[in-house]
């Protein structure tokens, strides 16, 4: 009997290449990749998430993981201040350790303008880009067989979703201030790259198919191919930022929609992405479950100030939300059920705030930019309108269809306050927040930029209220606070100038405690009209002129050369000594600080601001100083260029850490 031997072998340069056996491979170690980053990320961002959890506020608060709640039982607490405990310094060590680090990450600040992203995102972005276009070529025929680009633009499928839904364990796992918002850069880069993949896997074929003379939509794979990738060019042109920006509820519909006729497409184009089509599933189901959770319906106020702003105050509510966190606002009138627009909380919850003058509960700033919010502020005018004529209406005892009563009326209508203006609002939320614990730093200035003071607002009310209301108990070090506001007419600062003096009011409050808060507040015009308009907020200069950021920061790092300027306590006494009423120690309830126009001080034409030594008093060096920013991308891109400028001075080994957030109102 013949011997059989053993078959031929094949060598391997001869064998066809086996992409369905080597690409999936790719598509694991790139996902190892990326999830080993996040790995990283998570563990490099466990001290902050410890602290945050220890604090309990925003997501590391349990009770907030269902949204904004209501008690409508319990009264909300009298604004008595509490008895201040000294809070503990950080060990030597540690904050060795903490200025060192802020340092050296201080360097990942630096932003490029028109780029939206800081050196530290394109860093990440070139890792990203990297690893995808190792995984694309490495050991791979791709002129021949294109599939792995195809492979690899489909492995993108979980990025896209893990980082593109708005209730994300990801904001978990990374720390405070680490919302949909801060994380929707790498969704919109790893969506582009998925397009730049599926392109480069397209075209091949395409280009493989022209070589050979063969027809390119002859098969269902072809067909459905072609479908997947026109669906995702289309859906990537209308994520570009003027699309965002001009129509920017087109640009939301057409992501939903277009993204379930590409599953469908890709699906038939290939078995091979029903795999990774269960996760991004797993993540929108995800969302979709704690949006409907959080979602709320409530009964609001509309207060229009002016045309440009609408204040909206919802009552009531009691918890569920930190400072600096925003909504997603659905406001019901005029049929516009549909739209939600995101907004940010300008207070502090209850039992922290220090604001009086808006009903307690949650308040938001809209500012009257474009369609929605232009339409929500003429509503609330013109239901104010009918709300002072029907209450006029009331009074009259003649005929009211009388043309020349109705004409005098308008003209006394007019004169009569602002009513409320009842609606429901549907609140989706909260999200984001601030990154940045300012109770951990003895200095802090807070940067805003037009309705951004939303977002500083909530900030300033809410660490005032920890440090005098709540009397430190937490251990927040927080000394002095440079509150900085640019706006363009005079008329603005009455958005929040109310809220402003109810919080200036209660840090003077402080002086004569033992661990004082000094507030100074710093409002920057650039228009010169109407000055007459400025509100008398305690401790504040309104100087006309665009400041610099960087200017700023250094004013408040550096000692002051003179000590002959007096301390805070010293102002605040000189204060209070102008009425022989009052007492700096009465508890808020009672206390009125005299509304004379002395207390802010007015700086016309090109002369020099206020220095911030010179209305501040110094602490001395190490207490560390918590930035925060917020308003158009050229203020924010500013304060990160400032922080990471100084960090890298020799000033800096002696400030202590420097933190900073950034907030931009823009998606
Ligand atoms: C996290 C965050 C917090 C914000 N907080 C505040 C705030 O406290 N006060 C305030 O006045 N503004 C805030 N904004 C901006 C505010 O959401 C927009 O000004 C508002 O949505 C504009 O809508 P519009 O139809 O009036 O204007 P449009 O002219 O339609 O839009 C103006 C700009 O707003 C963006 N935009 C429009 N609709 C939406 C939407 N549904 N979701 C996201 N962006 C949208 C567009 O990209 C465009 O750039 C915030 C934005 C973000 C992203």
């Not at 189901?285 to 409907?292: E, H, P, S, T």
């Not at 000189?574 to 009125?592: I, K, N, R, V």
Request: charged share 15%.
């Amino acid at each position: 009997m013949a011997k059989v031997g053993a078959p031929p072998v094949i060598p391997p340069e001869l064998l066809p290449y086996d992409s369905y056996g080597t690409d999936p491979k790719w598509q694991l170690k790139f996902t190892y990749a990326w999830v080993g980053v996040l790995v990283l990320s998570t563990v490099l961002s466990l001290p902050r998430v410890i602290r945050a959890i220890r604090r309990g506020t925003g997501v590391y608060e349990p009770s907030n993981w269902f949204g904004i709640t209501e008690n409508t039982r319990s009264k909300y607490r009298s604004q008595r201040l509490a008895p201040i405990s000294r809070p503990a310094s950080p060990k030597r060590y540690i904050w060795h350790l903490e200025n060192l680090l802020g340092r050296l990450g201080s360097i990942f600040h630096w932003t490029l303008p028109g780029l939206g992203l800081n050196l530290g995102h394109l860093i990440l972005l070139a890792g990203y880009v990297a690893t995808v276009v190792v995984c694309i070529v490495k050991d791979s025929v791709l002129v021949e067989n294109s599939n792995r680009a195809g492979f690899l633009a489909i492995a993108q499928l979980p990025v896209v979703f893990l980082f593109g839904t708005k209730n994300s364990v990801l904001s978990l796992l990374l720390g405070p201030g680490n919302g949909y918002e801060k994380l929707n850069f790498i969704h919109r880069w790893s969506g582009r790259i998925m397009f730049l993949a599926a392109v480069i896997h397209g075209s091949l074929w395409i280009r493989n198919d022209l070589t050979y003379n063969l027809p390119i939509l002859s098969e269902e794979k072809e067909g459905s191919g072609i479908r997947a990738f026109g669906l995702l060019g289309v859906l990537v042109l209308f994520s570009l930022r003027p699309v965002r920006k001009f129509f920017y509820q087109g640009f939301f519909i057409f992501h939903v929609v277009l993204f379930v006729a590409f599953f469908i497409s890709i699906c038939y184009h290939t078995t091979y992405a029903i795999p990774w089509i269960f996760p991004p599933l797993a993540f929108y189901g995800l969302d979709i479950f704690l949006r409907l959770l959080r979602h709320r319906i409530k009964d609001a106020i509309l207060v229009p100030i002016g045309k440009q702003m609408t204040l909206i105050h919802v009552p009531y509510v009691s918890s569920g939300w930190a400072a600096g966190q925003h909504v997603r606002l659905r406001v019901f009138f005029s049929g516009r059920i549909m739209e939600s627009h995101p907004l940010t909380i300008c207070t502090a919850s209850p039992e922290t705030t220090c604001i009086t003058s808006f009903p307690p509960g949650i308040s938001f700033g809209a500012r009257a930019v474009g369609d929605w919010t232009k339409a929500l502020n003429q509503y609330a005018h013109q239901t104010a309108e009918e709300i002072r004529t029907l209450e006029m209406k009331s009074k009259v005892a003649v005929p009211i269809d009388d043309p020349e009563i109705l004409q005098n009326e308008k003209v006394t209508t007019q004169q009569l306050p602002t009513p409320d203006i009842p609606v429901q609002v549907m609140i989706d939320g909260p999200y984001g927040g601030c990154s940045v614990d300012l109770g951990g730093y003895e200095s802090v200035l807070l940067l805003a930029g037009g309705s951004g003071a939303t977002f500083t607002l909530g900030l300033l009310d809410d660490i005032v209220g920890r440090c005098v209301r709540n009397g430190r108990r937490n251990g927040e070090r927080t000394r002095r606070i440079e509150f900085v506001w640019c706006i363009r007419s005079f008329g603005q600062i009455d958005w929040f100038s109310n809220a402003l003096i109810d919080i200036a009011k209660v840090a003077a409050s402080s002086s004569r405690s033992p661990m004082p808060l000094d507030l100074h507040i710093s409002v920057f015009v650039t228009c010169l009209c109407n000055p007459e308009a400025i509100p008398p907020i305690p401790n504040s200069d309104v100087t006309i002129f665009r400041p610099s950021v960087r200017n700023i920061l250094l004013d408040l790092i550096t000692p002051p050369q003179t000590s002959s300027l007096p301390t805070q306590l010293e102002q605040n006494e000189q204060f209070y000594a102008q009425d022989s009423t009052l007492d700096s120690t009465t508890p808020q309830e009672t206390l009125s600080v005299p509304s004379d126009r002395s207390s802010s001080d007015v700086v016309l034409g090109d002369a020099e601001a206020p220095r911030i030594s010179s209305r501040l008093p110094w602490i001395g060096d190490g207490g560390g100083v918590a930035v925060c920013a917020s308003g158009p991308a050229s203020l924010t891109r500013e304060a990160a260029n400032a922080v990471a400028g100084i960090q890298l001075s020799r000033q800096a080994t002696k400030i202590g850490s420097v933190a900073l957030h950034t907030e931009v109102f823009a998606l």
